[in-house]
């Protein structure tokens, strides 16, 4: 069975930093591409990065390039994404989801129960 | 970035109603959209792939339309569990980019 963990959230000052990591299991990690994408409080979700089954290819949103940084793990199964320069506007519900497949032109189609940014002074 | 815009934002509906959800691509994304559900403190639930590929396990009177820049999805025949937010989203290039949602109420 397919399972996602997301750890590494918490409570941030603006301008602060994070590291969110995303834990994999029942799969084999490195046969997919992986994305994070956000949910802020009573708003829709928002991609904000994804990256391909070897880390050859990343993608961002315009609301956070430049600012954080999608990697992977894959001997340790693992996805993460550093977040610099934090703002109130990025405090939310942090989703890590697997891709269909390796290509970055795939869905999401398994996702972990999210991680909670706040962003606040 | 490709901005993706569904209509209606929110409805209410009735068991056993058909609903129709539109998407609509500000470039054309050819088949790449999907549609999620997500339902009030779950995470989002793939439904449909390619636009009109309905996923493992997820009845049948879930279809999906379209293609470039016009979508819809549609329930034939609204059940009390099909009550949840849909949100398309296309996967044609990055950045990907969702719906703002649409929430189905119970009339």
């Known amino acids: 069975e397919v399972h996602l963990v997301e750890s590494g959230g918490g409570i941030v000052r603006p301008g602060g930093s994070l590291r969110l990591s995303c834990a994999g299991s029942?799969?084999?990690?490195?046969?997919?591409?992986m994305s994070w994408v956000r949910q802020g409080p009573g708003k829709g979700l928002e991609w904000v990065s994804g990256?391909?089954?070897?880390?050859?290819?990343?993608g961002y949103a315009d609301s956070v390039k430049g600012r954080f940084t999608i990697s992977r793990d894959n001997a340790k199964n693992s996805l993460y994404l550093q977040m610099n320069s934090l703002r109130a506007e990025d405090t939310a519900l942090y989703y890590c989801?697997?891709?269909?497949?390796?290509?970055?032109?795939?869905?999401?189609?398994?996702w972990g129960q999210g991680t909670l940014v706040t962003v606040s002074s | 970035a490709i901005r993706m815009t569904q209509s209606p934002s929110s409805f209410s509906a009735s068991t056993g109603d058909r609903v129709t959800i539109t998407c609509r691509a500000s470039?054309?994304?050819?088949?790449?959209l999907a549609w999620y559900q997500q339902k009030p403190g779950r995470a989002p639930k793939l439904l449909i792939s390619?636009?009109?590929t309905l996923q493992s396990g997820v009845p049948s009177r879930f279809s999906g339309s379209g293609s470039g820049t016009d979508f819809t999805l549609t329930i034939s025949c609204l059940q009390s569990e099909d009550f949840a937010t849909y949100y398309c989203q296309q996967y044609y290039t990055y950045p990907r980019t969702f719906g703002q949602g649409t929430k189905v109420e119970i009339k």
């Open positions: 390619a636009a009109s």
């Open positions: 989801a697997r891709d269909r497949g390796r290509l970055t032109s795939v869905p999401a189609d398994y």
């Open positions: 029942g799969f084999t990690f490195d046969d997919y591409g």
């Open positions: 990256i391909n089954w070897n880390g050859g290819s990343t």
């Open positions: 470039q054309g994304v050819g088949s790449y």
